[in-house]
């Protein structure tokens, strides 16, 4: 069997190319189990994500939805899933306070259409050099700055005006809103999150998260307990998907979001290669690249007209999906409309969710997609620990693209100096 090696520059999603080499119906049952073993993470993992970022969780739902269908039909893997990714939070709430809903969108679809451009330029390929030292510190920064951002939710602060974007401010003010605290939403939050640790060593094959949010929202209703909910704060949830309309375009408002437009788009292209790459090492396949960037760029667009959040390929749900037995983007799609199914039956059931749940939900996220052992590993090594805090500690203090900027081009220093000293010493 081939594994895609000699076609990875090649423009062709991987669909076309499984349904050429012939698709049956045990393929088909196979891919409806991973799917819905995925559609099980991926909802209440798509409304916490929407709702740390700072927009209502139909939000994320969407994205989950068009996004997810968009990212497998047309990308360049066989297995990767699309949607809303923790990693994003950080982008998204920023450019909604900013901006707004409608600036949001309109990052969003600018977005897309960047990503699409990366991609059609063949330049797909350039996004997997970037250092792993900086892969590993702006990741591990974006984990600590979401954790930072779900503690008002995960124990239940009351805060006397906004909380701050930027991670000193923030826990100065959440600091002087500890006396606030609520004993019953850090049972639920801290309950979520634990249950789902436990659930994860000794029952490995159950859905955690989905359980975590069902039993915390059972609690809290059967026993009234006085935590905010989804619908006390946002109201029910719609029962489908909205009707598609452009974001509202002008110069002004694009030249606005550009920069934050560039930011979601170096953040999906290397997210989205990452997790691909990752799928690759699981299967001993190969993903085609630039299609795989043109995909995320269109699901993006859609995602936007759609009303919905930025789209990346997920590490998590691409393995949850390969674990499960997929073999091909048919499960990914079949995903996208198990959780739209979701929305039509059973949206009124997401008003009982309490937000500290979801809060608990993230803590898990942040706790996984940390790469603690990396990190320790780099600092092991001076150049490697040079990158590594300088990314990290940028990423905290400023923002992500400064401290991608920052990492990268201090690698490219340090491979400069070696090349220069290589060339004196063989003179």
């Not at 969003?108 to 990366?118: D, E, K, Q, R």
Request: glycine share 10%; proline share 5%; charged share 10%.
């Amino acid at each position: 069997m081939p594994d895609g090696t000699a076609t990875a520059h090649t423009y062709r999603p991987k669909l076309a190319t499984v349904l050429s080499e012939g698709y049956n119906f045990g393929h088909f049952r196979k891919d409806m189990l991973a799917a819905l073993t995925v559609a099980i993470v991926a909802l209440p993992l798509s409304m916490a994500i929407a709702v740390a970022s700072g927009v209502s969780p139909e939000r994320g739902l969407y994205a989950a939805v068009i996004g997810g269908f968009l990212v497998s039909a047309l990308g360049g893997s066989r297995y990767q899933i699309g949607g809303p990714a923790g990693a994003f939070i950080v982008l998204v709430a920023a450019t909604a306070t900013k901006f707004g809903l409608d600036g949001l969108l309109l990052t969003v679809f600018i977005s897309g259409f960047m990503l699409a451009l990366i991609g059609l330029l063949r330049l797909g390929s350039l996004i997997r050099y970037i250092p792993h030292a900086v892969t590993v510190g702006f990741t591990c920064g974006i984990a600590v700055t979401i954790f930072a951002s779900q503690i008002k939710d995960l124990v239940g602060l009351k805060l006397p005006s906004a909380e701050p974007g930027p991670l000193l401010p923030k826990l100065a003010v959440l600091a002087q809103a500890l006396p606030t605290i609520s004993a019953a939403a850090v049972a639920v939050g801290v309950g979520s999150a634990a249950l789902i640790f436990l659930l994860r060593r000794w029952l490995p094959n159950w859905p955690g998260m989905l359980i975590a949010v069902v039993l915390a929202s059972l609690a809290a209703w059967l026993f009234h307990l006085p935590v905010e909910t989804i619908g006390s704060h946002f109201g029910q949830l719609p029962d489908g998907l909205p009707s598609p309309r452009l974001p509202s375009i002008s110069t002004s408002s694009v030249l606005d979001v550009l920069p934050a437009a560039l930011a979601f788009t170096l953040l999906g292209a290397v997210e989205s290669l990452l997790s691909a790459k990752v799928a690759d090492g699981m299967t001993g396949r190969k993903h085609r690249y630039n299609m795989e960037v043109v995909a995320q760029g269109v699901a993006n667009i859609a995602s936007a007209i759609f009303g919905g959040i930025s789209v990346t390929g997920t590490i998590a749900r691409t393995a949850t999906n390969i674990r499960a037995g997929a073999v091909s983007p048919v499960a990914g799609m079949m995903h996208a409309l198990l959780v739209l199914i979701f929305m039509v039956v059973a949206s009124p059931l997401a008003s009982f969710i309490p937000l500290s749940a979801l809060a608990g939900v993230l803590v898990v996220v942040c706790w996984n997609m940390a790469e603690k052992e990396e990190f320790l590993r780099l600092l092991h090594e001076w150049r490697g620990a040079s990158v590594l805090i300088a990314t990290f500690g940028l990423t905290l203090i400023e923002d992500l693209t400064v401290g991608i900027i920052a990492g990268c081009v201090l690698a490219a220093a340090f491979a400069v100096f070696d090349r220069i000293r290589r060339r004196r010493a063989s003179s």
